[in-house]
C-alpha cells in the first residue's frame, strides 16, 4: 500500500510540474531583460528580478495605436466586471428563490428555457444582441457590455441558486408566512444569511468568465472601454522592431492575476460551495 502511494504520488507531482511549466516559463521571461532573455534558454532563471517588463506592460507598452499599456484596460475591466458579478449574482438568486419557493404554473417550463442558455453557443447572440444594443443606445458603452455580461451569465446563477434552494424545506417557507413573512423578508432575512456556499461560488464563477471573456469584450466594447482581454491581444500583435517576448509575458501575467489571486484565496470556498448544493438537482 505504501509503495502504490509513493508511485501515485510521484505520478501526480510530474503531471503537477508539466500543468505548472508554462506558468514558470511566463514568470521567468517576465523577469529577464532581453539581454538575459537572448543569452539564456526559456527554462533557465533570470540572473536577477528586472521589473522593467512589468512597468512597460502597464503603463507604456503599446497596444495598437496607443503607447499607454494595460492599464487602461485593466481598469475598464474592473468597472465592468463588478456591477456585472453583483447584477447577475442579485438576479440568479431571486429567480432561484423563485423556481424552487414560489412555484407557478410554467415554472418548470420557464427554468427548462433558461437553462437552454447555458448550452447556447456565445457566437449565436452576437447579432442579435447587437441590435438590442442599438436599440437601447448601449452600443459601444461600457454599460451595454455589462449588460451583455449580466444576460450571458444569468442561466447559470439561476441554475446555481435553484439547485441550491431545493435543499431548503418547504416548510420553513410556511412558517415564515405564520408569522406574517412576505416575499421579500424571507429572501432578505431567512434565505440570503442561508446562501453564503453558493454566492460563493457564482461570485467566482462569473468573475472569472467576465474577466476572462475575450468575444463580448472585442465584438461590444467601443474604443475608450476595451477589458483587459483585448487589450492583451493587442498587445502581443503590435508589430515593432524587435519582439519583446518578456513585456508580452507580464503583460499576460497582469491581466491574469485577478482570477489567480480569487482562486488562491477562496479556492477552498468554492469548492465547499459546490459540495453544499450547487451541484444538486
Known amino acids: ?3 502504490h502511494r509513493l508511485f501515485l504520488g510521484a ?28 543569452a539564456g534558454g526559456l527554462l533557465s532563471l533570470p540572473p536577477s528580478l528586472d521589473f522593467s517588463a512589468w512597468a512597460k506592460a ?24 463588478i456591477p456585472a458579478v453583483v447584477v447577475s449574482t442579485v438576479l440568479g438568486a431571486l429567480n432561484g428563490y423563485v423556481l424552487t419557493q414560489w412555484r407557478f404554473r410554467g415554472s418548470e417550463l420557464m427554468f427548462a428555457l433558461i437553462l437552454f442558455g447555458v448550452f447556447m453557443p456565445m457566437q449565436v ?19 451595454g457590455l455589462v449588460l451583455v455580461h449580466v444576460l450571458a451569465g444569468l ?33 432578505w ?26 468575444l463580448y469584450g472585442a465584438v461590444f466594447s467601443g474604443f475608450d472601454n476595451k477589458p483587459i482581454t483585448v487589450g492583451l491581444n493587442n498587445l502581443a500583435n503590435t508589430t515593432s522592431s524587435v ?4 513585456v508580452d509575458m507580464a503583460g499576460a501575467l497582469i491581466a491574469a492575476l485577478p482570477t489567480l489571486i480569487v482562486y488562491v484565496l477562496a479556492g477552498k470556498y468554492f469548492v465547499r460551495g459546490l459540495t453544499a448544493g450547487a451541484v444538486k438537482g
Do not use: H
Not at 442561466?155 to 421579500?184: C, H, I, M
Open 189 to 214: 432575512r431567512i434565505l440570503v444569511p442561508l446562501s453564503g456556499p453558493i454566492v460563493t461560488v457564482t461570485v467566482i464563477w462569473q468573475f472569472t468568465a467576465i474577466w476572462n471573456d475575450f
Open 1 to 3: 500500500m505504501k509503495a
Open 125 to 143: 447572440v452576437l447579432l442579435p444582441m447587437s441590435q438590442v444594443l442599438g436599440w437601447l443606445n448601449l452600443s459601444d458603452s461600457l454599460v
Open 243 to 246: 519582439k519583446e517576448y518578456n
Open 155 to 187: 442561466p447559470s446563477t439561476t441554475l446555481f441558486f435553484r439547485n441550491y434552494y431545493l435543499g431548503v424545506p418547504g416548510e420553513l417557507l410556511k412558517a415564515a408566512q405564520l408569522d406574517g413573512a412576505g416575499f421579500w423578508t424571507f429572501f
Open 58 to 81: 502597464w503603463g507604456s507598452a503599446c497596444t495598437g495605436m496607443q503607447c499607454n499599456g494595460l492599464q487602461p484596460f485593466f481598469l475598464n475591466s474592473v468597472a465592468m466586471v
Open 11 to 38: 505520478v501526480l507531482a510530474a503531471l503537477a510540474l508539466v500543468f505548472l511549466a508554462p506558468l514558470y516559463v511566463m514568470l521567468a521571461t517576465s523577469f529577464k531583460s532581453m539581454d538575459a532573455l537572448y
